[in-house]
């Protein structure tokens, strides 16, 4: 779980971030978080609403502390706690 946490940031948050920042303003954070949203579609159309919605969020940790150790951390909590819920 640490490697997808940590390849999602890479690839959703901190390579738009360093691409598209300076030309996109904020635009990079709805767009990656957007993308980020579904590529979770195999888990249903709620969890595109709630991945967006947390994607919007990390984005904004790495704009505002210049580090993705905040967002990486909460994306592997978040991992943690919604594969070891029980299904019903």
């Known amino acids: 779980m640490p490697l997808v ?3 999602e940031e ?3 948050r901190a390579a738009p971030f360093l691409l598209f ?3 996109w303003s904020g635009w990079w954070i709805i767009v990656s978080s957007v993308l980020f949203g579904f590529c979770h ?3 249903g159309p709620a969890s595109v609403v709630a ?3 947390v994607g919007i969020v990390l984005a904004l ?4 502390t210049r580090t993705l150790y ?7 909590a978040f991992n943690v706690i919604y594969f070891s819920l029980p299904r019903l």
């Open 10 to 12: 890479l690839v959703f």
């Open 70 to 76: 905040p967002a990486l951390f909460v994306h592997f």
């Open 51 to 53: 991945t967006t919605v």
């Open 5 to 7: 946490a940590l390849s």
């Open 61 to 64: 940790s790495l704009q505002l």
């Open 41 to 43: 579609w195999g888990h």
């Open 21 to 23: 920042q300076k030309y």
